[in-house]
Nanobody
């Protein structure tokens, strides 16, 4: 079992920045591919970014490329999402998730463990 706790959400104006953190406990984070997802009201949960176990490979959705950066520190059992150039359409609850597969996968139902989510609100 892995427990995931997100932090760092909040309210910012368009163009602002936030850094989300996801702290893991229970098992070493290095055993999992890690992903950040988001879900806006009335919309399906979608992947934002993912990083492989060793950080050798990363994935970004087209909507966030060049603005968001995922990283991980396995020694600290923590994954980060640096969010720059935020837009109102980035407003959502952001979740981190752990996948026991070896390769990066983008569909939510393939991830095994989820955090409780943190709200990000971007005003225009």
């Amino acid at each position: 079992q892995v427990q995931l706790v997100e932090s760092g959400g909040g309210s910012v104006q368009a163009g602002g920045s936030l850094r989300l953190s996801c702290a893991a406990s229970g098992r070493p984070l290095s055993s999992y591919v890690m992903g950040w997802f988001r879900q806006a009201p009335g919309k399906e949960r979608e992947i934002v970014a993912a990083v492989s176990r060793s950080s050798a490979n990363v994935y970004y959705s087209d909507s966030v490329k060049g603005r968001l950066t995922i990283s991980r520190d396995n020694a600290k059992n923590t994954v980060y999402l640096q969010m720059n150039g935020l837009k109102p359409e980035d407003t959502a609850v952001y979740y981190c998730a752990a996948d026991s597969a070896y390769g990066i996968r983008s569909t939510p139902n393939t991830y095994d463990y989820w955090g409780q989510g943190t709200q990000v609100t971007v005003s225009s």
